[in-house]
C-alpha cells in the first residue's frame, strides 16, 4: 500500500515537473474580469511641498520630483538661499525662488521627502534615464531652456542636481527625450516653436540640430501647437515612431530619413500638448522575438478646446483610443472607446502588462485654469481581452489631479499619484482647483490579500557579474517563494520606469521575457531561467524592474540592468 502511494506521489511529482517545465511559457488567464470599482487609494503626505509637475522612479527606489521654479513660493520652505544667506521671511525672501524648494526625492521605504536645488528653471521639460541610472534631464524655461541637467541616484540621500557645463543647442520647452540603443545618447524632439531634433551627447563636435519638417505640419497654430510633448516609441527595428497632434511616422534618426508615414489617427480633435492626450508602447514579447510592436494613443481635447477654454467654456474630451501595429507593412488604426472622455490622463503600464489611465480631467484642455470635471475614476486596460471586454473603471479617488500631475509605477505594485497645479501659481484658497501638495498611492486590485496565496515572494536575481548586469541574450536566472502550486502562466516581465510629465511618460516600456526552465527547488522555492533581451534595440541598456506574475498576480519588482557586453 505505502509503496503504492509513493509510487503515486513520485507520478504526481513527475507530472508537476513536466507541467512546469512545458508551461514556462503560458496562454495567458488573468486575475476575474470584474474590476469594477476594485482597487485601493492611500494617503501617503498631506504636503510634498512641491508640485509633481514631473516625476521619476530611481533604482534607488526612490523618486525625484520637481516643479517649476518660477511657481513662486512652494510648500517647503528652505532655511537658507542658495547663496548661503538666511531666508528670514522677509517680502524679499518671499520673492526669491532660491528661498524655496523647487524639487524633492521622496523615498519609498520613509515615506518622506527632502528637499533638491535646481539652479535654473526646468519648467515643462523632459529626461530619460541614462544605462547607470543617471537621470539626464533636458531643457526647460527661460535661462534653463537650453539646460542639461544630471541627477545620480545614491544611497544615503546625499545626492542632488548637477547641472553639465554643456547646453542644448535649441531652446527646448515642452519637448520630449527618447533613450537611443546606442552610446548612451538621447535624442530630444520639439518644443515650443521648435521643429528640430538634436542629440546629446553630440555625435561629433559641429553638430547642431536638426530641422524635422514633420513637426510643422500637425502644428495647430490657434490651439498653441497640439504638436508639443510629442509621443516617441523606440521600435525594436531600431527606428523611432514620432507621434504628434493627430500624425505619425517611423524616424530613422541615424540617416534623418523618414521611412514611413502612417495613416492619420481617426476622429476630431488632438492628442498632444495642450490637447494631452496620452500613449504608451504595449509590451514587446519574446514570443515574437520582440518584434511585433504595437502603439495606443488614448484621450485628447476636442477640436477648439482651447479657445473656448479660453472663454471659460470646456469641450468634452475625447473619448477614443487608436492601436496601431507599427511594425511590418500592414498599418491601421484600430479605434475603441474608453468609459468616459479623457485627457490629461496618465498611461502606465503595470507589472501584469495590462495598461492604467489614472488622473486628468473629462473637459477642457491643458493649460492654467483650461480644464474642468477632474477624472476620479483610473481605468484598467486589458490589451490581449476581445474588444469590448477590455476596459473596466477602477475605485475613484476624491482629489483631483488635472493640470501639472503625475503618476508613477513603484517597485511594489502601487501607483504613486502627486502633483496638480491648475493655477499659475502654488494657489490654495478661492479657487475650484486648488494647488494639490497631498501624495497618494492607488493599490490595484492584484495587491489584494486575497491574491497574497499566488503571489511571488522573496524574489531575488542571479547573474554572473551582478556589478555590471546583465547583458543582451545572456542567461540568468530568479528564485522566488510560492506558497502554493504555480498557475498556468508564471511570466517575466521587464519595465523601464519613465520620466513622466503631462501626461507623457518618456522611455516606458516593457517587455516579457522569455523563460526556458521553470522548476519547484525545495520548500516552495521556484527557480527559473530567464533570457534577458536580444539587442539595445528592443530593450536599450539600463535599469529595468524585474517582476514575477503568477497567474496574473506580481511579485515585489526587483532591480536588474540590461547592458551591451
Ligand atoms: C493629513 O491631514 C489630515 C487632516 O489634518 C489628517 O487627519 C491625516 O492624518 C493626515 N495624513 C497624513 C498622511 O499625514
Ligand atoms: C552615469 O553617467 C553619467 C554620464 O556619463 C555621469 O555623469 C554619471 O556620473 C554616471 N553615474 C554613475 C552612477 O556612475
Ligand atoms: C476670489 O476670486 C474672485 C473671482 O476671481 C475675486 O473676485 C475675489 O476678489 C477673490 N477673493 C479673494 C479673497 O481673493
Ligand atoms: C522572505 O522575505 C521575508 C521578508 O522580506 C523574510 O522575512 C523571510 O525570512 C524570507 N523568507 C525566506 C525563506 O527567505
Ligand atoms: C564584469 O563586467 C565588467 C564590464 O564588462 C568587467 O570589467 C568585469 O571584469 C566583469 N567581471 C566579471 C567577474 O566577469
Ligand atoms: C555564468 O557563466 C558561466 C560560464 O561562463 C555559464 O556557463 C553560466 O551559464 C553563466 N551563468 C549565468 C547565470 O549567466
Excluded at 490581449?384 to 488635472?402: D, H, P
Excluded at 486575497?450 to 545572456?474: F, H, K, L, M
Amino acid at each position: 500500500m505505502a509503496k503504492k502511494e509513493n509510487l503515486l506521489l513520485i507520478i504526481k511529482f513527475m507530472i508537476t515537473i513536466l507541467f512546469l517545465l512545458l508551461h514556462c511559457f503560458g496562454f495567458g488567464v488573468a486575475v476575474g474580469s470584474s474590476e469594477g470599482g476594485k482597487g485601493r487609494w492611500q494617503l501617503l503626505l498631506n504636503n510634498t511641498g512641491v508640485v509633481a509637475m514631473h516625476m521619476a522612479l530611481t533604482h534607488h527606489n526612490a523618486v525625484i520630483i520637481f516643479d517649476q521654479t518660477g511657481a513662486g513660493q512652494s510648500g517647503y520652505r528652505l532655511r537658507r538661499r542658495y547663496n548661503g544667506a538666511k531666508c528670514r521671511g522677509t517680502r524679499d525672501d518671499l520673492e526669491d525662488w532660491s528661498c524655496y524648494a523647487h524639487s524633492v526625492e521622496y523615498s519609498i521605504s520613509d515615506n518622506s521627502i527632502r528637499p533638491l536645488r535646481l539652479d535654473t528653471d526646468p519648467w515643462c521639460s523632459s529626461a530619460a534615464f541614462l544605462s547607470n541610472g543617471t537621470l539626464l534631464q533636458t531643457g526647460g524655461y527661460g535661462s534653463g531652456s537650453r539646460r542639461i541637467r544630471y541627477f545620480r541616484p545614491c544611497k544615503r540621500s546625499r545626492c542632488d542636481w548637477k547641472q553639465s557645463k554643456r547646453a542644448l543647442h535649441d531652446e527646448r520647452w515642452y519637448s520630449s527625450t527618447q533613450i537611443l540603443p546606442e552610446n548612451d545618447r538621447v535624442m530630444v524632439v520639439g518644443g515650443r516653436g521648435v521643429f528640430t531634433y538634436e542629440f546629446f551627447p553630440k555625435p561629433s563636435s559641429g553638430d547642431t540640430s536638426i530641422d524635422l519638417p514633420f513637426l510643422h505640419h500637425p502644428n495647430d497654430r490657434h490651439s498653441r501647437g497640439n504638436n508639443l510633448y510629442p509621443f516617441l516609441h523606440l521600435v525594436s527595428d531600431g527606428n523611432l515612431f514620432i507621434f504628434a497632434n493627430r500624425e505619425s511616422i517611423l524616424f530613422n534618426y541615424r540617416m534623418n530619413r523618414v521611412v514611413k508615414t502612417f495613416p492619420r489617427i481617426p476622429g476630431d480633435g488632438a492628442r498632444n500638448y495642450p490637447s494631452s492626450g496620452s500613449s504608451v508602447i504595449l509590451p514587446l514579447d519574446y514570443t515574437n522575438n520582440f518584434q511585433n510592436v504595437e502603439v495606443m494613443v488614448c484621450g485628447g481635447a476636442a477640436s477648439g478646446a482651447y479657445r473656448t477654454a479660453e472663454q471659460g467654456r470646456f469641450l468634452n474630451g475625447l473619448r477614443s483610443c487608436g492601436r496601431m501595429v507599427i511594425s511590418g507593412n500592414r498599418h491601421k488604426w484600430n479605434m475603441e472607446n474608453m468609459p468616459g472622455p479623457r485627457l490629461m490622463n496618465d498611461m502606465l503600464i503595470l507589472p501584469t502588462g495590462q495598461i492604467l489611465i489614472i488622473n486628468g480631467a473629462k473637459r477642457g484642455c491643458a493649460g492654467y485654469g483650461k480644464a474642468a470635471s477632474p477624472s476620479l475614476q483610473p481605468y484598467l486596460y486589458k490589451p490581449k481581452q476581445i474588444l469590448g471586454k477590455r476596459f473596466s473603471v477602477l475605485r475613484a479617488t476624491k482629489i483631483a489631479r488635472m493640470y501639472h500631475s503625475s503618476a508613477t509605477l513603484l517597485p511594489d505594485g502601487r501607483i504613486l499619484v502627486a502633483g496638480g497645479n491648475p493655477n499659475n501659481r502654488y494657489t490654495f484658497t478661492n479657487v475650484t482647483y486648488p494647488t494639490e501638495l497631498r501624495l497618494q498611492a492607488f493599490v490595484p486590485p492584484y495587491m489584494d490579500e486575497q491574491y497574497d496565496t499566488q503571489r511571488p515572494a522573496n524574489v531575488s536575481i542571479n547573474y554572473n557579474n551582478s556589478t555590471y548586469g546583465v547583458t543582451y541574450g545572456e542567461k540568468f536566472s530568479v528564485q522566488f517563494l510560492l506558497a502554493r502550486r504555480p498557475s498556468n502562466v508564471v511570466e517575466f516581465t521587464a519595465y523601464a520606469p519613465p520620466f513622466t510629465t503631462h501626461a507623457v511618460s518618456m522611455n516606458q516600456r516593457m517587455l516579457k521575457l522569455r523563460c526556458r526552465s521553470l522548476v519547484r527547488v525545495e520548500d516552495g522555492w521556484m527557480r527559473a531561467n530567464l533570457e534577458a533581451p536580444p539587442s539595445p534595440n528592443v530593450a536599450p541598456p539600463g535599469y529595468y524592474m524585474l517582476t514575477v506574475v503568477n497567474g496574473g498576480i506580481p511579485s515585489i519588482s526587483q532591480w536588474v540592468r540590461f547592458k551591451p557586453a
